[in-house]
């Protein structure tokens, strides 16, 4: 006697639908809104290119360099996100952590930077422990331009600073620094009065990944901290450098492989036409500056209504409204 | 000695079972548009060829954030060394001057097709749509000219889904199409003709879902050529320019509805101006003078 298992209702339906002709698509219409649901509450691992990886969910997004020496991220994202950081760390390496650089001040960039930088230990000895004292090999490093520690350790009126564990331990004052971790020779350029007046992208060189910080974000228009030093022009010279640095493959897309402050992957193309857009703007608002337009003439004038449905927002943290600000007040100084 | 299967569930269970058999293998009535096929331009030629005219806009149901990007669009935009190789979206791809190639990829062991892959010969473009059922990349993930694509059967058409697109144009003269957009392609053949129906979803610069055909006569004699591309400093310019026309200063928006008779207000476009019905709103609008040395050709 042959058994048969009884089929379950749910195996029953599927066939049913394969004979009415229901086209399986229908149930994944919607297959990016899912997805987007799950990123915002964890943190996900996407495979870079070369050495690199890219997390996403932990607040701004953070790149990790992998490979024989250790491990090096660029930003920690948010300090309540830290444990989810670090296990995801822990899924792609188990090296130590030896290096963090930040790309700018922000807490969703440098909030994780105590816990994932005790967690991580840097190679001292030489001038290594000299430079930054006998902790030297107790933690990771974190590396980033000297206005992070400035205002982490020295904030503004009205503006949060950060706990000593997350400050900076190596700082660098110059357009350029550069280091070899990997196999690779990584860049940290500065970018001057740029989202902040400390930002920093980094340039892995063999993985063709540049990591670009809040000057370049796919979610919105760019944020100019205006009160930490931010400026316009100093957003579009850093997406300008992001242009001329990458090489892009066949039809204008691969090749350097650009990952944004907050957003999505992207390649040069994307960065391409994100600077098109706020140059254009700029230069909208450029001109209203030389007619004599007030601020509230400017806003008025809707300099950005052909871009405002794909990134301007009326809630939230930064509205268009705050951006035409920025612009315009970047532009009179 | 086997003993033959013997279906002794309900005669629903037995046809749903046979139901699922098929549908691991290509049905009779798909019709599979595996081939070289070369583009018919009869639709749409003075778009698609010589190219669009600067602020014609007719027929597309835009909004008035699209409408702006396209008066604000200046063609020495795509003379910059970025953009010079860059490709046409999946989605706008098969309006090109291109031969096309479609073949298939299937598993040896069940010979079931695990993909379709497309070749358009302007910029050497490929799209690949995946017939395996995988689910579309997280939100995420890389956007390309040619998205993430998966396919189904719909009856005998093939009918193809790509999200993750770069931005691209809705028309040639800088009318966008978002990188937020969705594409539904319906691949339709019949015989030696091949169909291409694209709707476009964009919930940025469209008000209405956007959709039009292009044809293809199957060609099994054509020739592929390659479709290098190198950048090269067409004009001496500092970087960073972005060429552009500051809001109300295009000059050359009234030249199209000039040209050939066309109400300003038609030219604008948006959802209206799709359907038929629009024929008696035409006649009551007004229109601008012809220009001196005759009127073109419609």
């Not at chain 1, 394969?18 to 996407?46: K, M, N, Y």
């Not at chain 2, 709707?199 to 060609?219: C, K």
């Not at chain 2, 001496?236 to 030249?255: K, T, W, Y």
């Amino acid at each position: 006697m042959i058994e048969r298992s009884r089929p379950s209702t749910a195996l029953l339906a599927a066939a049913a639908l394969f004979v009415l002709g229901i086209p399986a698509g229908i149930a994944r219409a919607q297959p990016a809104t899912a997805a987007a649901d799950l990123a915002r509450s964890e943190v996900h691992a996407l495979a870079v290119q070369g050495s690199v990886y890219m997390l996403v969910g932990a607040g701004g997004n953070i790149t990790v360099q992998i490979g024989d020496d250790g491990v090096l991220l660029v930003d920690t994202g948010l300090a309540r996100m830290s444990g989810q950081v670090l296990a995801a760390v822990r899924k792609l390496s188990q090296r130590p952590i030896r290096y963090i650089i930040n790309t700018h001040v922000d807490a969703d960039h440098t909030g994780g930077n105590e816990v994932i930088a005790q967690a991580g230990s840097t190679i001292a000895g030489g001038n290594v422990v000299g430079n930054i004292g006998a902790s030297a090999g107790s933690q990771a490093a974190i590396l980033a331009f000297q206005a992070v520690l400035d205002r982490m350790a020295s904030p503004s009126a009205g503006q949060a600073g950060a706990p000593q564990g997350a400050w900076p331990t190596e700082t660098y004052t110059t357009a350029e620094r550069k280091l070899f971790f990997n196999g690779e020779g990584i860049q940290m350029l500065h970018i001057p009065a740029a989202h902040t007046d400390g930002d920093t992208m980094v340039f892995f060189r063999r993985s063709d990944v540049i990591s670009a910080g809040d000057i370049f974000v796919t979610n919105g228009y760019p944020i100019v901290d205006l009160a930490r030093g931010g400026n316009i022009q100093g957003v579009i010279a850093g997406l300008n450098r992001i242009i001329e640095l990458a090489i892009p493959a066949d039809e204008q897309e691969d090749g350097t492989l650009i990952i944004p402050g907050h957003g999505r992957l992207c390649d040069v193309a994307d960065v391409v036409f994100y600077q098109e857009m706020v140059t254009i703007i700029r230069d909208r608002v450029a001109d209203m500056v030389k007619r004599g337009m007030t601020l509230d003439q400017v806003e008025a004038a809707r300099p950005t209504r052909d871009y405002d449905p794909r990134y301007g927002s009326t809630t939230g943290f930064w509205t268009t409204e705050k951006f035409v600000a920025a612009v315009y007040q970047s532009l009179k100084r | 000695m086997r003993k033959p299967i013997r279906c002794t569930h309900t005669a629903a269970l037995c046809a749903s079972l046979i139901g699922a058999g098929l549908a691991c293998f290509p049905a009779w009535a798909q019709e599979d548009p595996s081939g070289s096929w070369s583009p018919r331009f009869h639709e749409d030629w003075l778009e698609r060829i010589p190219g669009p005219e600067i602020g014609d806009y007719a027929g597309l149901p835009i909004n008035d954030a699209a409408r702006l990007r396209g008066d604000s669009w200046d063609a020495t935009l795509i003379e910059l060394p970025e953009n010079q190789c860059r490709a046409h979206g999946s989605d706008y791809g098969w309006r090109g001057p291109s031969n096309l190639r479609i073949w298939p990829e299937v598993d040896r062991a069940t010979q079931r097709v695990i993909a379709y892959h497309t070749h358009l010969s302007a910029y050497g473009a490929e799209q690949t749509i995946w017939m395996d059922g995988r689910a579309h990349p997280p939100e995420y993930a890389r956007h390309t000219w040619a998205g993430f694509s998966t396919g189904e059967w719909d009856g005998d058409s093939l009918v193809v889904t790509t999200t993750h697109l770069k931005e691209n144009w809705i028309r040639r003269n800088g009318i966008p199409r978002s990188d937020l957009a969705t594409a539904r392609v319906h691949l339709m053949r019949h015989g030696n003709y091949l169909t291409v129906a694209v709707l476009v979803y964009d919930p940025v610069y469209l008000t209405e879902p956007f959709m039009r055909t292009t044809d293809f006569v199957f060609d099994p004699q054509q020739q592929m050529a390659p479709w290098p591309c190198e950048v090269v400093d067409e004009v001496d310019r500092a970087p960073g320019i972005v060429p552009s026309h500051l809001p109300g200063q295009n000059p050359f928006l009234e030249e199209y509805p000039a040209k050939y008779g066309i109400p300003p207000a038609a030219a604008r476009g948006g959802a209206p101006t799709m359907y038929p019905e629009y024929m008696l709103e035409l006649k009551r609008l007004p229109r601008l003078p012809r220009p001196a040395g005759g009127a073109a050709q419609p």
